[in-house]
């Protein structure tokens, strides 16, 4: 099954992405025929910027009931290959493009046995850290952020566990009902990468300066 405005839009964000120069560690396009979904993963190296995150992800989910609303509502979209079809579904869903990213911190920062000591110490530093990325991030969130929450694994014995995963993940959400034609798509497109980009940016930020130092003293 083929969806030509996402397919349109991911483009557009390749061609954005590579005006940035950024290190893509991945692009890649999916998509499940038998759950009418299609999506977009993207993964941007982060190790040689800074030590405290290592790499971010973007992942965008869209289907094909999204993609018949948006058909109907674009000029020019007669031809769209899914609104020649006889039985056409109905498709009352707004055309919103979730979004899902993901930063990945380094947790070797916390691993750090000369930092963090022995023990529930590692921890505790994992626990300051979320909570002073927590405390200064929310000022930047966009407003189509819908959550965050972050994943954490734990591994180790009683005596002394330590963090082998730390994942923050935001939920966003793009409207894009109300446009009506595809360039103007591919405009709130352009804005809505730009917005992610300065958001790691700051992430990157923040994830710097919320690191509890004071244990290495």
Do not use: C
Not at 5 to 32: D, T, V, Y
Not at 34 to 47: D, H, P, V, Y
Not at 76 to 83: A, R, S
Not at 146 to 172: A, F
Request: aromatic share 8%; no cysteine; glycine share 4%.
């Amino acid at each position: 099954m083929d969806y030509p405005i996402f397919n349109s839009i991911i483009n557009h964000i390749q061609e954005e992405l590579n005006r940035h120069e950024l290190p893509i560690q991945q692009f890649k396009k999916w998509q499940e025929q038998a759950i009418n979904a299609s999506g977009l993963e993207i993964a941007i190296n982060l190790s040689e910027i800074t030590p405290f995150i290592n790499l971010v992800e973007i992942n965008l989910d869209w289907d094909k009931f999204k993609e018949i609303r948006l058909a109907r509502q674009l000029k020019g979209m007669e031809q769209h290959p899914l609104l020649k079809k006889p039985s056409l579904p109905e498709a009352n869903i707004d055309p919103n493009i979730d979004v899902e990213i993901t930063w990945h911190f380094n947790e070797q920062m916390i691993l750090d046995e000369e930092l963090t000591g022995e023990g529930s110490g590692k921890i505790e530093t994992a626990s300051q850290w979320m909570q002073g990325v927590n405390q200064h991030l929310q000022s930047f969130l966009p407003e189509d952020n819908l959550t965050n929450r972050w994943h954490v694994e734990i591994e180790g014995s009683d005596e002394e566990k330590y963090i082998s995963d730390m994942n923050l993940i935001s939920y966003l959400q793009y409207g894009l009902a109300g446009e009506a034609e595809l360039n103007d798509i591919h405009n709130k497109v352009t804005k809505k990468i730009k917005q992610l980009l300065i958001l790691t940016n700051k992430v990157v930020e923040v994830a710097e300066h919320s690191f509890p130092r004071a244990l290495a003293d």
